[in-house]
């Protein structure tokens, strides 16, 4: 009985344990889940308990019932248990998969946001390498392309790492030459020493590193200015040299300081001629006064030295005024190729007979304005001038051309248009770049003893620049010299006057003449002509007498600079306003203004114009050339009216 009593006991324990189990399944997993196991589990309990009424009188049976109970419940129990388990671990598997679904969503996530920041760096990093590279192109064509040349350069070896095209063009290398050359090969061999020397030191900033003589592919000479900084090349040190073209800056200077030095020497001719002339024209008249008076033999030597002389002073006076562009000329439509061929026969003489003088003249040649006697004098200079740069034998060649010069090109004077070019060339010595600058300075002479005055090409100079022209050359020392002298084409067209017979009338002249020994010569030479002299000092008085009674003269002698309120010019316009048929004539050694030159080429165009010094021939030659009936301008001009240098 107490063994069933414990059966009993167990079993109903167990029973009550199933629901209490079953619930807490209920509760923890949900009864979609374990509600199929319970609805069995309990079921199966109803079962059991419905078969005990059937079982309940038999002691043996009822005790193998609550067996059946205890085991039942105890299955019951390990089953809820397994499936507790089961569903413990399904629960687990479950959270530890959405634990991981959430960490790989998270790090998939991630991973987006990092591909993304990625693609956005990549997106960066391909437009910072583009700017990049633009910007390395842009400065690759600024610095290919850029006008002012520019060079790199390897501070250490000197040798070239990079030039500009306007470099390459500035001295004239194809690339691939100009990276053969080191910088000291640009550089002319006397400043060379000193060029390395500046070159040498640092330049952490920009430097200006003055002014140096370059030469070009062809060996001429170019002046530059030196910009340097040192900056890196790829991965080396370099220095960036910025090469600032002044040739033409320079060559403007030294034409500015000549054309002010010329400037100032007519100045000083003007003033020392306007005196000296007056002197020699009272020695050199007087002098050719006794000549004709004298028949002592000696006495009349002597005086032919003394005119000799005046007339060598003369001479050394108009060429000093040709130096500074003062001289007045006699210019006229000239043939330049008729008048060299007309002077090549005393060249050839001058040069001598080891030296060739040949002529290469074009045969359409236009006509110049010029003074035929100052393009004698020019042409005999340059002559002379190649003969002395000859040692020995050589040849001289004189060519004459016509050219155009267009706009915009570099040459002395800017100007375009067609041009008379003569050129003289020589195969002498040539000129070293000091005696280039100097060439062309009044009193500046190669030759030694003093045996040269300076005045030949300073002359040259000058006329040249009177004739509208200008004068360029070439020289290499031992590769020779070749002057070139560009005149520009006459503007008419219109041939010389026929010969005039000179006929003499004996007039009335009236004589204003400022200096006291020249008024006395003049007067004396045209009194002793037959003439009726009316003499003044100035232009006030020659009014004064001209309205007493003067206004019957045929002809005004008077000087072109007087020195009262008005000049000769001014005094010949009044008097001819009042008397039309009255002649002029002007006496001046030079004149001082620019004003003054255009009356005076006006002047010698109407054949009113004896320079001094003058002789008694000349004056009076002038004189009765103005009061001819007819005067024709060739003979007034071979007559007396050249002004010889």
Same mark, same amino acid.
């Given at each position: 009985m107490l063994r069933f009593g414990v059966f009993n006991l167990i079993a109903g324990v167990l029973q009550l344990t199933v629901p209490s189990?079953?619930?807490?399944?209920?509760?923890?997993?949900?009864?979609?889940?374990?509600? #199929?196991?319970?609805?069995?589990?309990?079921? &199966?309990?109803?079962?059991?308990?419905?078969?005990? *009424?059937?079982?309940?009188?038999?002691?043996?049976?009822?005790?193998?019932?609550?067996?059946?109970?205890?085991? %039942?419940?105890?299955?019951?129990l390990i089953g809820m248990g397994h499936l507790e388990t089961l569903f413990s671990d399904r629960s687990a598997a479950k959270f530890k998969d959405e634990n991981l679904q959430s960490w790989f969503k998270l790090q998939l996530e991630s991973m987006h946001r990092s591909q993304a920041e990625m693609q956005q760096d990549i997106a960066r990093r391909e437009e910072v390498q583009k700017a990049l590279h633009e910007s390395e192109e842009h400065y690759?064509?600024?610095?290919? /392309?850029? @006008?002012?040349?520019?060079?790199?350069?390897? *501070?250490?070896?000197? $040798?070239? +790492?990079?030039?500009?095209?306007?470099?390459?063009?500035?001295?004239?290398?194809? +690339?691939? /030459?100009?990276?053969?050359?080191?910088?000291?090969?640009?550089?002319?061999?006397? =400043?060379?020493?000193?060029?390395?020397?500046?070159v040498v030191k640092p330049?952490?900033?920009?430097?200006?590193?003055?002014?140096?003589?370059?030469?070009?592919?062809?060996?001429?000479?170019?002046?530059?200015e030196i910009t340097a900084m040192d900056l890196r090349h790829g991965n080396s @040190?370099?220095?960036?040299?910025?090469?600032?073209?002044?040739?033409?800056?320079?060559?403007?200077?030294?034409?500015?300081?000549?054309?002010?030095?010329?400037?100032?020497?007519?100045?000083?001719?003007?003033?020392?001629?306007?005196?000296f002339n007056n002197i020699l024209t009272t020695i050199d008249g007087h002098a050719s006064l006794l000549l004709r008076e004298s028949n002592d033999a000696r006495i009349t030597e002597q005086l032919g030295h003394i005119s000799a002389g005046a007339n060598r002073a003369a001479a050394l006076t108009r060429q000093l005024l040709a130096a500074?562009?003062?001289?007045?000329?006699?210019?006229?439509?000239?043939?330049?190729?008729? +008048?060299? =061929?007309?002077?090549?026969?005393?060249? =050839?003489?001058?040069?001598?007979e080891r030296i060739i003088l040949q002529e290469s003249l074009f045969s359409n040649l236009p006509p110049i304005q010029a003074d035929a006697q100052a393009?004698?004098?020019?042409?005999?200079?340059?002559?002379?001038?190649?003969?002395?740069?000859?040692?020995?034998?050589?040849?001289?060649?004189? !060519?004459?051309?016509?050219? $155009?010069?267009?706009?915009?090109? !570099?040459?002395?004077?800017?100007?375009?248009?067609?041009?008379?070019?003569?050129?003289?060339?020589? !195969?002498?010595?040539?000129?070293?770049?000091?005696?280039?600058?100097?060439?062309? /300075?009044?009193?500046?002479?190669? $030759?030694?003893?003093?045996?040269?005055?300076?005045?030949?090409?300073? &002359?040259?100079?000058?006329?040249?620049?009177?004739?509208?022209?200008?004068?360029?050359?070439?020289?290499?020392?031992?590769?020779? !010299?070749?002057?070139?002298i560009f005149f520009p084409p006459s503007a008419s067209a219109t041939s010389p006057d026929k010969d005039v017979p000179l006929a003499t009338r004996k007039k009335i002249v009236l004589l204003v003449e400022p200096h006291d020994r020249s008024r006395d010569l003049a007067r004396y030479i045209l009194s002793? $002509?037959?003439?009726?002299?009316?003499?003044?000092?100035?232009?006030?008085?020659?009014?004064?007498? #001209? /309205?007493s009674g003067a206004s019957a003269a045929d002809l005004l002698l008077t000087d072109w600079a007087l020195t009262d309120e008005f000049s000769g010019a001014a005094l010949a316009d009044r008097l001819c306003k009042q008397k039309p048929s009255l002649k002029v004539i002007y006496t001046s050694d030079c004149n001082a203004s620019s004003e003054g030159q255009d009356h005076a080429q006006a002047a010698l165009q109407a054949f009113q114009f004896v320079p001094k010094p003058f002789t008694a021939d000349r004056l009076l030659q002038g004189v009765e050339a %103005?009061?001819?009936? %007819?005067?024709?301008?060739?003979?007034?001009?071979?007559?007396?009216?050249?002004?010889?240098i």
């Amino acid at each position: 009985m107490l063994r069933f009593g414990v059966f009993n006991l167990i079993a109903g324990v167990l029973q009550l344990t199933v629901p209490s189990y079953g619930l807490r399944l209920v509760r923890r997993f949900g009864s979609q889940r374990v509600g #199929w196991f319970l609805v069995i589990a309990f079921g &199966s309990l109803a079962l059991v308990h419905l078969a005990q *009424p059937i079982g309940s009188s038999s002691v043996g049976l009822a005790s193998n019932q609550n067996l059946v109970y205890v085991l %039942a419940s105890a299955l019951l129990l390990i089953g809820m248990g397994h499936l507790e388990t089961l569903f413990s671990d399904r629960s687990a598997a479950k959270f530890k998969d959405e634990n991981l679904q959430s960490w790989f969503k998270l790090q998939l996530e991630s991973m987006h946001r990092s591909q993304a920041e990625m693609q956005q760096d990549i997106a960066r990093r391909e437009e910072v390498q583009k700017a990049l590279h633009e910007s390395e192109e842009h400065y690759r064509f600024l610095f290919t /392309e850029n @006008p002012v040349p520019m060079l790199i350069v390897d *501070p250490r070896s000197l $040798r070239f +790492l990079a030039a500009n095209k306007a470099a390459l063009r500035q001295y004239g290398f194809a +690339l691939e /030459e100009f990276m053969e050359l080191k910088l000291q090969d640009l550089v002319t061999p006397n =400043r060379q020493a000193a060029f390395l020397r500046d070159v040498v030191k640092p330049c952490s900033a920009e430097d200006v590193r003055g002014c140096w003589e370059h030469r070009r592919k062809d060996q001429t000479l170019l002046h530059v200015e030196i910009t340097a900084m040192d900056l890196r090349h790829g991965n080396s @040190p370099a220095r960036l040299l910025v090469m600032k073209d002044f040739t033409a800056t320079r060559q403007h200077q030294l034409e500015s300081r000549q054309a002010v030095k010329m400037e100032t020497i007519g100045r000083v001719a003007v003033g020392a001629a306007h005196h000296f002339n007056n002197i020699l024209t009272t020695i050199d008249g007087h002098a050719s006064l006794l000549l004709r008076e004298s028949n002592d033999a000696r006495i009349t030597e002597q005086l032919g030295h003394i005119s000799a002389g005046a007339n060598r002073a003369a001479a050394l006076t108009r060429q000093l005024l040709a130096a500074g562009g003062r001289l007045i000329l006699n210019q006229s439509q000239t043939s330049l190729n008729e +008048l060299l =061929r007309n002077i090549i026969p005393m060249l =050839r003489r001058l040069v001598g007979e080891r030296i060739i003088l040949q002529e290469s003249l074009f045969s359409n040649l236009p006509p110049i304005q010029a003074d035929a006697q100052a393009l004698k004098h020019l042409m005999v200079n340059l002559v002379l001038n190649a003969r002395d740069a000859i040692q020995g034998c050589g040849t001289i060649t004189i !060519t004459t051309s016509t050219v $155009r010069i267009e706009q915009g090109r !570099t040459d002395r004077t800017g100007r375009a248009g067609e041009f008379v070019r003569l050129s003289i060339y020589d !195969t002498g010595c040539g000129m070293t770049p000091e005696v280039q600058a100097q060439v062309f /300075e009044p009193f500046f002479s190669t $030759r030694e003893n003093g045996n040269g005055m300076g005045l030949g090409l300073a &002359s040259v100079y000058g006329l040249v620049k009177q004739h509208s022209g200008w004068i360029e050359f070439t020289s290499n020392p031992g590769c020779g !010299t070749e002057f070139r002298i560009f005149f520009p084409p006459s503007a008419s067209a219109t041939s010389p006057d026929k010969d005039v017979p000179l006929a003499t009338r004996k007039k009335i002249v009236l004589l204003v003449e400022p200096h006291d020994r020249s008024r006395d010569l003049a007067r004396y030479i045209l009194s002793r $002509r037959g003439y009726h002299v009316v003499e003044a000092d100035r232009a006030s008085t020659a009014m004064v007498l #001209w /309205e007493s009674g003067a206004s019957a003269a045929d002809l005004l002698l008077t000087d072109w600079a007087l020195t009262d309120e008005f000049s000769g010019a001014a005094l010949a316009d009044r008097l001819c306003k009042q008397k039309p048929s009255l002649k002029v004539i002007y006496t001046s050694d030079c004149n001082a203004s620019s004003e003054g030159q255009d009356h005076a080429q006006a002047a010698l165009q109407a054949f009113q114009f004896v320079p001094k010094p003058f002789t008694a021939d000349r004056l009076l030659q002038g004189v009765e050339a %103005a009061l001819a009936p %007819a005067l024709g301008r060739k003979h007034g001009d071979t007559a007396f009216l050249t002004a010889t240098i």
